[in-house]
């Protein structure tokens, strides 16, 4: 079992920062690949961010430029910065691992959610 600790929501004004975090822990695993989605008031949950097991980082157009995906293998935790904020980015965000334990099939874990208000 994968356990994931969302950090770092707030309320913010345009043109402003936060830096999320998420953390992992539990029985040993290993990280296919760790990233974000997030979700607004009245709208589907949309991908925003993923790393994947080489480092490598994609991002939806919309925050390509403004967030940046990062993570801390040793601490089995995944950060997004985001960075000139815009009152659209305002939603839940929702951290997320895909990873296999043991002999286990691949799984993605989800974390509680953090809220991210923009506003003026």
């Known amino acids: 079992q994968v356990q994931l600790v969302e950090s770092g929501g707030g309320l913010v004004q345009p043109g402003e920062s936060l830096r999320l975090s998420c953390a992992a822990s539990g029985s040993s695993f290993s990280i296919n690949a760790m990233g974000w989605y997030r979700q607004a008031p009245g709208k589907q949950r949309e991908w925003v961010a993923t790393?994947?097991?080489?480092?490598?980082?994609y991002y939806v157009d919309s925050v390509k430029g403004r967030f940046t995906i990062s993570r801390d293998n040793a601490a089995n935790t995944v950060y997004l910065q985001l960075n000139s904020l815009k009152p659209e980015d305002t939603a839940v965000y929702y951290c997320?691992?895909?990873?296999?334990?043991?002999?286990?099939?691949?799984?993605?874990?989800w974390g509680q959610g953090t809220q991210v208000t923009v506003s003026s």
């Open positions: 997320f691992i895909n990873v296999r334990v043991g002999i286990r099939p691949a799984a993605d874990y």
């Open positions: 790393i994947d097991s080489g480092g490598s980082s």
